[in-house]
């Protein structure tokens, strides 16, 4: 069955430090999303991706995230300065336009 | 307006017994109605999922009750299971394509 890869399954960084966060979608998938879960919060939606360019984003979505489809199958989050507040788990999503298929999550610690 | 209330924020029910979890919208123009489930350290997966045309989705031990006029709708576990143990999220979606509001989580503990 397909699905969504992300890598790294974890990463720590030095606050101030710029990550990027790889997502492989199931390719047949038109649309790309990212989310974060801070330890025992809910699931919070960051950004939507879609005929290659952002179709709607969130306030927490400010100037530090980015994101990208560089490949035509990779689909990248970048936070340029991380702060101890990013510390969380980001999922990348995909859909044909109808189930939102998650993957495993790359759990990221900011210290 | 887009806030999804979820309630409880933490459930123990013995095996055998029946889960409820409550959730409930505002916003009017929400379409589609999917259930999470999430293991620890996993990402969350698909339920089950209802649209507002319906009142009621049954698949295996899983039953979504969907109450249009209220704004609410609810997941059913019947004979729970140890395994269901997990941490359950309701969402709701305006439009295909577009981002799921998230519930707060009911974390789920069968007892054996």
């Known amino acids: 069955e397909p699905e969504v890869t992300q890598t790294p399954s974890h990463q720590v960084t030095q606050m101030g430090q710029e990550v990027i966060l790889r997502c492989v979608p199931i390719?047949?998938?038109?649309?790309f999303y990212w989310y974060r879960q801070i330890l025992g919060q809910k699931v919070e939606f960051l950004v939507s991706?879609?005929?290659?360019?952002?179709?709607?984003k969130s306030e927490i979505f400010d100037d530090q995230f980015s994101v990208e489809r560089p490949d035509g199958s990779n689909f990248t989050l970048k936070i340029r300065s991380t702060k101890l507040e990013d510390s969380a788990m980001y999922f990348c999503?995909?859909?044909?336009?109808?189930?939102?298929?998650f993957g495993q999550g790359t759990r990221l610690t900011v210290v | 307006q887009q806030q999804v209330k979820q309630s409880p924020q933490s459930l123990i029910v013995q095996k055998g017994g029946i889960s409820i979890i409550n959730c409930a919208y505002e916003n009017t123009a929400f379409d589609y109605f999917p259930w999470y489930q999430q293991f620890p350290g996993k990402g969350p997966a698909l339920l089950i999922a209802?649209?507002?045309?319906?009142s009621e989705k049954k698949e295996g031990r899983f039953t979504i009750s969907f109450n249009k006029s209220a704004k609410q709708f609810s997941l059913h576990i019947m004979d729970s299971q140890p395994g269901d143990s997990a941490t359950y999220f309701c969402a709701a979606r305006v439009n295909a394509g577009n981002m799921l509001t998230f519930g707060g989580g009911t974390r789920l503990m069968v007892k054996p």
């Open positions: 209802i649209r507002p045309d319906v």
């Open positions: 991706f879609y005929n290659n360019e952002i179709s709607e």
């Open positions: 390719s047949n998938h038109l649309y």
């Open positions: 999503a995909s859909t044909p336009a109808g189930q939102a298929f």
